[in-house]
């Protein structure tokens, strides 16, 4: 059993070579051996004999001892007449099995007992003493120990050989099982390398693609928006030159004419502004949220000054990884929104403040607008998501579509907290600079 678990630990080491060639004889060796044997009863040597040469070798094996024992008789006289039968019973349990052995004992105690005990030739059970019911009964004993324990050792060796097969088996099963993973991993891998190839190619070709839309689209909006600018600058010059030779009706169409064009050419720019964070490359850095905030208030200084605005910054601010283009933009649209949407008559409250938390920062930009109803809020996010007509609030759409996709960009949040006509608490999560 120690050398083939040292041949099967060498099998399943170096793969269905020499070794798995030794595994598989062996293998077939052993089903051999387990096919020519009969039954539990048999004994470990019997094979596909018929019962009557099993039994006629039982008989044979005795008079075989008994012959032997007539040859030597003038020496031992009547001394161990059973002795020479113990080799005929361990012939018979291992060569014919279970019942001719037993047959064996019987023939066995009547050979000796009509040959060699006396009185000789004649079976006298009547008159057995002490001392031949002692020789009886371990000669039984006996001959029944060497049955049982041919029987015995037949089955455990049985059973160590159903072990070793079923090892066999397993490690063939084995053997396969790696051969089959194996394959399965050079298919992966090939399949891999064939994905991998194909998403650089595409990627590419993506790549290449965005640009040339990229270009597509700047020519679109220079071609767009000259002819706007020239619409702007004749209307223009329309109210200003022309103004005597124009009612009330015509100077209000030539004003909406320009306010329209205005109105395109900023759609025109906010629409490129949000295509080229879909697609060009930032750089994330430590940036000061205190100096981008300064930076967006100054551009509106002329706008709180005419709302009469009041922002409160709760300082200092802490400083976050992102991009200072990126944050500019989103402080920005925030600022034009709470400076913008607030009722008439109301001056805007805006109250700006962060929280540290987790390691990211939550900066918060607080007002006193109109709200947000509750089945906007999932919209106001999206492009030309508005909540007021044009003629009520100007604006184009996509002022919060910018903010959400600059913070993307950031890998960081945002969201808002609104009631409608209470006000709007919007906030930005960013990660936190160390």
Same mark, same amino acid.
């Given at each position: ?171 063939? @099963? ?7 993973? @194996? ?13 991998? @190839? ?52 015509? @100077? ?183």
């Amino acid at each position: 059993m120690g050398d083939w678990g040292v041949k099967a630990s060498s099998a399943s080491k170096s793969g269905m070579g020499t070794e798995a060639g030794k595994l598989a004889s062996y293998l077939f060796s052993i089903t051999g051996r387990t096919k020519n044997v009969r039954s539990d009863t048999d004994g470990p040597g019997v094979k596909r004999r018929t019962p009557l040469a099993r039994y006629l070798m039982s008989i044979g094996s005795v008079a075989l001892m008994t012959g032997l024992r007539l040859a030597v008789d003038p020496v031992l006289k009547s001394h161990h007449p059973y002795t020479f039968y113990f080799a005929a019973i361990a012939v018979s349990a291992w060569y014919s099995g279970f019942w001719p052995s037993v047959l064996a004992i019987v023939l066995s105690y009547l050979a000796a007992d009509w040959f060699f005990v006396p009185p000789i030739y004649a079976f006298d059970f009547h008159d057995f003493g002490l001392d031949d019911f002692l020789s009886l009964g371990g000669f039984l004993f006996s001959g029944l120990v060497i049955v049982f324990s041919s029987r015995a050792l037949e089955i455990a060796k049985r059973r160590a050989e159903q072990k070793q097969l079923d090892l066999a088996r397993e490690i063939v @099963e084995r053997e396969r099982v790696q051969k089959d993973l @194996e394959r399965a991993q050079e298919a992966l891998q090939n399949h891999t390398n064939t994905l991998e @190839e194909r998403v650089e190619e595409r990627t590419a070709v993506l790549r290449q693609t965005i640009h040339s839309l990229e270009a597509v689209c700047y020519h679109i909006a220079h071609d767009l928006r000259a002819p706007l600018r020239a619409m702007q600058g004749f209307t223009t010059l329309l109210v200003k030159d022309y103004a005597p030779h124009l009612d009330c009706t015509g @100077e209000d169409y030539a004003r909406r004419v320009g306010e329209a064009a205005h109105r395109m050419d900023r759609l025109i720019q906010s629409l490129l502004d949000y295509g080229r964070l879909g697609h060009q490359e930032f750089s994330i850095s430590k940036v000061s949220l205190e100096a981008q905030l300064d930076g967006a208030l100054a551009s509106f200084a002329a706008q709180v000054l005419a709302r009469e605005a009041k922002i409160q910054i709760d300082r200092p601010l802490p400083a976050v990884r992102g991009n200072p283009i990126l944050i500019e933009q989103v402080l920005s649209h925030l600022l034009d929104n709470a400076l913008k949407f607030v009722r008439k008559g109301v001056a805007p409250r805006i109250h700006i403040r962060a929280q540290t938390r987790n390691g990211t920062v939550r900066l918060w930009i607080e007002d006193n607008g109109i709200g947000i109803a509750p089945e906007y809020r999932d919209k106001i996010f999206q492009v030309f998501e508005r909540l007021q007509p044009d003629e009520i609030q100007p604006g184009v759409g996509i002022g919060l579509a910018i903010v959400a996709k600059a913070v993307q960009r950031m890998k960081g949040n945002v969201e808002v907290e609104s009631e409608l006509n209470k006000g709007s608490r919007f906030w930005v999560e960013l990660p936190a600079a160390e």
